[in-house]
Structures are given as C-alpha cells and as structure tokens.
C-alpha cells in the first residue's frame, strides 16, 4: 500500500522555520522525482519544490528562493522541506507528492500557520 505521511506543521510567527518531513511507503522512493505542494485558503495549488531521484538537482518556486530548501534521504525513504524566513503569505497546507513516469502519489498534506 503506497503512502507519504507528511509531518512537522504548526504555527510559526512570522521569520520563524520549520521543517516538514514526508516519509514514504509502499513504492521504490528512490526512483521517483519528490515534490512539495501547498495549498493556501481559497487558493489553487501550487509547486513549492521539487528534487531528483537520487537528489542532485532540485528547482524552488521563485516565491522560496532562498528561503526554503528541499532535500531527501533515500535510505529513510523520507524528503524534507526546510522552512526559514517564514512569511504570512507562506501559510497553506503543504503536501508531499512523487511522480515517476505519469504515476503520481499525494499525502493528505500538514498545515503550516504563519502569524503573530
């Protein structure tokens, strides 16, 4: 049974950091492009980030450049988002994607708050 389980969301005050984790189930993690999404209220989904397979190259929203960085351990079938310089307009449900060859799997995401 395939499953990406998202955690590591809460409330964070505005230049605060978080750091999100996706761990995988049930599928050959290590071959498949990761991604993560988010969702903000009223809101269409969008790309945050996304890495290789095997994490040599990796592409940020132009919204997260510099602030947020993607990475993966394939050994613990789990990638990560690290969050820093968080902002209000950051606050959304993030989601934990893979994608290899038209085959995609979603999590059911983690709420991530930025306020004061």
């Known amino acids: 049974q395939v499953q990406l389980v998202e955690s590591g969301g809460g409330l964070v005050q505005p230049g605060g950091s978080l750091r999100l984790s996706c761990v995988a189930s049930?599928?050959?993690?290590?071959?498949?492009?990761m991604s993560w999404y988010r969702q903000a209220p009223g809101k269409e989904r969008e790309l945050v980030a996304t890495?290789?397979?095997?994490?040599?190259?990796?592409n940020y929203a132009d919204s997260v450049k510099g602030r947020f960085t993607i990475s993966r351990d394939n050994a613990k079938k789990t990638v990560y988002l690290q969050m820093n310089s968080l902002k209000p307009e950051d606050t959304a449900v993030y989601y934990c994607?893979?994608?290899?060859?038209?085959?995609?799997?979603w999590g059911k995401g983690t709420l991530v708050t930025v306020s004061s």
């Open positions: 049930g599928f050959t993690f290590s071959s498949y492009v």
């Open positions: 994607n893979a994608v290899r060859f038209g085959v995609a799997y």
């Open positions: 890495i290789t397979s095997a994490g040599g190259s990796t």
